[in-house]
């Protein structure tokens, strides 16, 4: 299989090797088609900066060939040293094309922006970094509340259940909605564009699932989100002071989730825990647990607590 081949010789677990999977991926098949695409705007553009996203693997190479600083955007948690070091490995063909020796250094750039806060995620120490507050765009400003919304965590409490645009699929969403279609909470389950619905049913009473819903009509609704881990959905729902239910899939979604459950704000299912009953009792756990909805909220201050992107823009132009 492809993750033992990627792993063969890393002493990690079965968890993270499904990181290590995902991730180098972006190494294999992105990171040379990233490259071939910079190259004519590099050339054309000739800029004395570069800003790029963490994922974005070919612009460091190509700015250090070039003697150009560049700085790189996080987007979630830092990197372990298994999936770095795997990772390295793997863009190392694209850095010599540039003719320079990838480091993890390198890799993070002249300065990586972190979004987490220290509390969550402490980033890494190989070189310079600064938290950056994140920004989140869910299409909400183009689009109309829906009617329902009004009622939905207004009686009793709200679970948001969501595994975002890709991991849907693979999400166990039968266990899920039977674990919570007995329980005196209002949820909404957001499914996706590959997903209809309908295939899902019949759903319970006081159950309602969406292809998709911006989540921040919902996420100030909702005591609980129920998700993968993703990024985007575990930023949002920890800066609206939210606990959180985890079920990771891949990529950089369990080491999210254990950020989560090491500050008290969230509970991490394994892959052997999915059951409707587990899944039931860690619901229940969430929204009945005092400690862990003050510890989001002190989680959601740390957030509000970080630099917006406009207090760096000094920082970011003096690199130039």
Not at 99 to 119: E, I, K, M, S, Y
Not at 272 to 288: A, K, M, P, W
Request: glycine share 6%; hydrophobic share 45%; with cysteine.
């Amino acid at each position: 299989m492809f993750v033992d081949r990627i792993a063969h010789g890393l002493d990690v677990p079965p968890r993270e090797r499904r990181a290590i999977d995902f991730s180098v991926i972006f190494g294999d098949v992105a990171a040379p088609a990233m490259r071939d695409d910079l190259v004519d705007v590099f050339e054309e553009v000739k800029p004395q900066l570069v800003v790029h996203d963490f994922a974005e693997l070919a612009a460091a190479p190509m700015a250090i060939a070039r003697g150009i600083s560049n700085v790189s955007v996080g987007f979630s948690g830092a990197l372990s040293d298994a999936v770095q070091a795997a990772v390295e490995e793997r863009v190392a063909p694209v850095w010599e094309r540039e003719g320079v020796r990838v480091t993890t250094p390198a890799f993070n750039g002249d300065l990586l922006l972190h979004p987490f806060p220290a509390r969550l995620d402490p980033p890494r120490a190989d070189g310079p970094s600064a938290p950056m507050q994140p920004l989140s765009f869910d299409g909400a400003a183009s689009a109309s509340q829906p009617e329902w919304i009004s009622s939905f965590g207004t009686n009793r409490p709200g679970v948001y259940v969501t595994f975002g645009t890709e991991m849907a699929p693979r999400a166990p969403w039968a266990a899920i909605l039977e674990a919570l279609a007995d329980l005196d909470v209002d949820v909404l389950a957001t499914v996706g564009g590959q997903i209809d619905p309908a295939t899902l049913g019949p759903f319970a009473a006081n159950t309602r699932v969406e292809r998709y819903v911006p989540q921040s009509f919902v996420l100030d609704r909702s005591r609980l989100v129920v998700s993968h881990g993703g990024a985007g959905t575990l930023i949002g729902a920890a800066t609206a002071g939210k606990v959180q239910l985890c079920i990771p899939i891949a990529a950089d979604q369990w080491q999210n989730s254990d950020s989560l459950s090491a500050v008290n704000t969230g509970v991490v299912l394994e892959p052997d825990e999915r059951d409707v009953s587990t899944i039931r009792r860690s619901v229940q756990r969430l929204l009945g647990d005092v400690s862990m909805q003050s510890d989001a909220e002190v989680l959601r201050d740390d957030f509000a607590a970080m630099p917006p992107p406009a207090d760096l823009v000094t920082t970011i132009a003096a690199l130039a």
